[in-house]
T-cell receptor
Framework: QQPVQSPQAVILREGEDAVINCSSS?????VHWYRQKHGEAPVFLMILLKGGEQKGHEKISASFNEKKQQSSLYLTASQLSYSGTYFCGTELLDNYGQNFVFGPGTRLSVLP | SAVISQKPSRDICQRGTSLTIQCQVD?????MFWYRQQPGQSLTLIATANQGSEATYESGFVIDKFPISRPNLTFSTLTVSNMSPEDSSIYLC???????????FGPGTRLTVT
């Protein structure tokens, strides 16, 4: 079951903030976040495992809600280097270790 | 993390032929994955390749079309058999690291079938 990501695309100016959401109709075991720049391979950003968890990576952080059905990725004071497509990847709680699925992606463009 | 290389980086093939893509990792890993990505689209898992066992294929992918080898803990191959233009895509291998299988990707192989 592919998770749902929103928005599909977002355009920002440098220094602005963005939030990307990833949701599932079923409880998740884990949520992974990846960024892929055009013409390159996806790069792992972070993984969340615990309901209510928040995790940070420089100015990029993420949260996992208590029900473990939604995660949000927060990009603060965006930089040009943040441009790319952000994918969440999920594993279902009742199917752990199987069926890892990437979301459709959110295309982020940061303009000067 | 891990350093992953793929060969070839790109190829143009005729329909009906087969192409074998190689994936080499700089350290031993248990889990290796093969994905397909159409331009502008998400990544679709083809199969999981664990050393010492048969690859596990996702729905819609079969071994006859995408045979996989995993002879050791640092190497895997994916063959795209009897190719058609619909097989044109980017094929990526990835490795799972850590207890939570965060994934690290190779640079990809861009395949065009004419």
């Amino acid at each position: 079951q592919q998770p749902v990501q929103s928005p599909q695309a977002v355009i920002l100016r440098e220094g602005e903030d963005a939030v990307i959401n990833c949701s599932s109709s079923k409880a998740l075991y884990s949520v992974h976040w990846y960024r892929q720049k055009h013409g390159e391979a996806p790069v792992f950003l972070m993984i969340l495992l615990k309901g209510g968890e928040q995790k940070g990576h420089e100015k990029i952080s993420a949260s996992f809600n208590e029900k473990k059905q939604q995660s949000s990725l927060y990009l603060t004071a965006s930089q040009l280097s943040y441009s790319g497509t952000y994918f969440c990847g999920t594993e279902l709680l009742d199917n752990y270790g199987q069926n890892f699925v990437f979301g459709p992606g959110t295309r982020l463009s940061v303009l000067p | 993390s891990a350093v992953i290389s793929q060969k070839p980086s790109r190829d143009i093939c005729q329909r009906g032929t087969s192409l074998t893509i190689q994936c080499q990792v700089d350290s031993q890993v248990t889990m290796m994955f093969w994905y397909r990505q159409q331009p502008g689209q998400s990544l679709t898992l083809i199969a999981t390749a664990n050393q010492g066992s048969e690859a596990t294929y996702e729905s819609g992918f079969v071994i006859d079309k995408f045979p996989i080898s995993r002879p050791n803990l640092t190497f895997s191959t994916l063959t795209v058999s009897n190719m058609s233009p619909e097989d044109s895509s980017i094929y990526l291998c990835s490795v799972g690291r850590g207890g939570t299988n965060e994934q690290y990707f190779g640079p990809g192989t861009r395949l065009t079938v004419t």
